[in-house]
């Protein structure tokens, strides 16, 4: 009975809109937050930022991106780790070119790139649509990969084709310790998913929620399908850019470009169907989900005292990986994300049955 509504009464618009309307949603956010932004940075290791964490929260951004696209504007990309490359190759240019380029301005030339990248093979989503949309963005993944394997300007004329970045500053601080990079990715991660929570609350939400349901319907209505699928396309882009350049800055250091093949763009999209399409809390859960399971089955069976080759660990995670895209299909399609929101709402009426 602790997650009672009994006596929140909402007096104007303003409160009934808001992103958390129930008290305790509101406090257990608040808790949440000071967590992670005091407790985890004082008691955490660095191999639970490194390994752990930062991967979690990166990955977390880029599923929020490729969500906003498939989840709620029904576009289906099988390129998320193109745009990604695109981000961090483009974030890796600047820095590498213009001497003293401020951090924040690396990031946003990043996502820009990947921007530009994204509208530019999201055009064919006004004419396609479905499976062949699908393969439309599986060439924008093949010709990324061959443009960045194949043209040495984008490595800066690397020999090996990997690339590293430097040393990396914010306003003069260095971001050395696991733990500055691990708040530089909170931060960015808690502003993208507030800013992609208004703007799917919004009218542009609205509209792309519109096209997924029923385009034609929606055309008829309106709404421009030209405007709601490229606005799509590039605010997904957006921020999986920035994601890929906060994935090769600051979890990888180097890489090259096999670090964003097709096998990212596959986890991505793994990781919004677990997690639940259309959420913006889908997006974490599904990459908590992703990031932990290859920990825990390694870890697991060495605490039980069972022989477990690395080998076969990795089989048993592509084996529970397509066997949980397989149940969430058919028994609850919305994912981890649905079964939250039902508990919540058992809760609001715990311990009545209706």
């Given amino acids: 009975m602790l997650y009672r509504e009994n006596g929140q009464f909402k007096t104007s618009y303003r409160a009934d809109l808001a992103m958390f309307p129930v008290a305790q949603d509101r406090w257990a956010m608040l808790v949440l937050a000071l967590v992670a932004f005091v407790v985890v940075p004082g008691v955490g290791s660095d191999y639970l930022f490194r390994a752990v964490l930062i ?6 951004l880029a599923a929020l991106g490729l969500n906003v696209l498939v989840g709620y504007c029904g576009q289906i990309s099988l390129g998320t780790g193109a745009f990604m490359a695109v981000g961090a190759y483009a ?21 820009l790139a990947a921007t530009a990248c994204g509208v530019l093979f ?14 439309a963005t599986l060439a924008a993944q093949f010709f990324i990969d061959w443009f960045t394997n194949r043209v040495r300007w984008v490595t800066n004329d690397s020999s090996s084709g990997s690339v590293s970045v430097g040393a990396l500053q914010l306003f003069g601080i260095s971001l050395d310790a696991p733990v500055q990079r691990y708040l530089l990715c909170l931060s960015l991660v808690v502003l993208f998913a507030v800013l992609t929570r208004n703007l799917v609350r919004g009218a542009i939400g609205r509209e792309w929620m519109a096209m997924r349901d029923m385009d034609v319907a929606a055309a008829v209505i309106g ?7 490229l606005t ?3 605010v997904s882009s957006f921020i999986v850019g920035v994601a890929g350049a906060l994935w090769g ?3 990888l250091g180097a890489w090259e470009p096999a670090a964003f093949g097709i096998d990212k763009s596959f986890q991505l999209l793994f990781m919004i169907i677990i997690g639940g399409l259309g959420s913006i809390a889908g997006a974490f859960f599904g990459a908590a989900f992703i990031v932990l399971l290859p920990l825990l089955l390694n870890h697991v069976p060495h605490w039980l005292g069972l022989p477990l080759s690395t080998a076969t660990a990795s089989h048993l995670e592509h084996m529970i990986f397509g066997a949980l895209i397989v149940f969430f299909l058919i028994v609850e399609p919305h994912g981890l994300a649905r079964l939250w929101s039902t508990a919540r ?5 715990w311990p009545f049955p209706h």
Avoid: D, M, T
């Fill in 223 to 229: 709404i421009r399908p030209v405007h709601a699928k």
């Fill in 122 to 135: 999201g055009l064919p989503s006004l004419r396609i649509r479905g499976l062949y949309l699908a393969v």
């Fill in 249 to 251: 800055f600051v979890h």
């Fill in 345 to 349: 709402q058992k809760l609001r009426l």
């Fill in 91 to 111: 974030a890796f240019n600047l820095q590498a070119r213009i001497e003293g380029l401020p951090l924040p301005l690396v990031l946003l030339g990043g996502g």
């Fill in 232 to 234: 799509a396309f590039a």
């Fill in 55 to 60: 991967p979690f929260l990166v990955l977390s």
